[in-house]
């Protein structure tokens, strides 16, 4: 158990649809990541939050869109869900986001298979 | 071309072999990862190294920056290896979590 939590575990819905999915960092844990797992291209970043704020922007499309709130839960919204969206989303956490050239290392939390019909 | 390279994409090994897989990247980076994807979908941090050698328990990781090559290393393999084994990186200069990965090794140990 990494001590990253994700909910919901599986999540099926209809195209043009909206989701929200959840992530809890470990305690103490002030980055979260998101990454996407679809079976075409692998493992993606999409985005990163630091205590609250955006830090980093990967391949996270514009229908996307994340946030942090004060007790550094996250949450990935997901809108005009298409068939290609259909993929594991992983959430992970670290102690502290870049800084002084110290990089550190990341946990991930079990996922949310999400199956756009 | 891919940023990250992985190979082989598929290995299997009988239980007890000696089972090497090779990352190579073409970016300059901060730091280099192992990640372990379970047949149920989880992913497990392995390492995390930007340089020399790191160990731990059966498994080992290399790094040789000039070259810009890693190798993961598992001694005494058994069947609960079997999993995807997964090279990522943090470009220099970038965010840490803006991770450039490789499609995965996927490995199968018989007993």
């Known amino acids: 158990d990494s001590g990253v939590t994700q909910t919901p575990k599986h999540l099926i819905t209809a195209t043009g649809q909206r989701v929200t999915l959840r992530c809890s960092p470990r305690?103490?844990?002030?980055?979260v990541y998101w990454y996407q797992q679809s079976l075409d291209q692998g493992l993606q970043f999409l985005i990163q939050?630091?205590?609250?704020?955006?830090?980093a922007k990967g391949n996270i499309l514009e229908r996307f869109s994340a946030q942090q709130f004060p007790d550094l839960h996250s949450e990935l919204n997901l809108s005009s869900l298409e068939l290609g969206d259909s993929a594991l989303y992983f959430c992970?956490?670290?102690?502290?986001?870049f800084g002084g050239g110290r990089y550190n290392e990341q946990f991930f939390g079990p996922g949310t298979r999400l199956t756009v019909l | 071309k891919n940023e990250v390279e992985q190979s082989p994409q598929n290995l299997t090994a009988q239980e007890g072999e000696f089972i090497t897989i090779n990352c190579s990247y073409s970016?300059?980076?901060?730091?280099l990862h192992w990640l372990q994807q379970h047949p149920g979908g989880g992913i497990v941090s392995l390492f995390m190294?930007?340089?020399g050698k790191k160990k731990h328990g059966r498994l080992i990781a290399t790094i040789n920056i000039q070259e810009k090559h890693s190798s993961l290393h598992i001694t005494a393999s058994h069947p609960r290896d079997s999993a995807v084994y997964i090279c990522?990186?943090?470009?220099?200069?970038?965010?840490?979590?803006?991770?450039?990965f490789g499609k995965g090794t996927k490995l199968s140990v018989k007993p």
């Open positions: 992970a956490s670290s102690v502290e986001s």
């Open positions: 305690s103490g844990d002030l980055s």
């Open positions: 939050y630091y205590n609250g704020e955006e830090r």
């Open positions: 970016v300059g980076i901060s730091a």
């Open positions: 190294l930007s340089s």
């Open positions: 990522a990186v943090s470009k220099w200069g970038g965010s840490q979590g803006n991770l450039i």
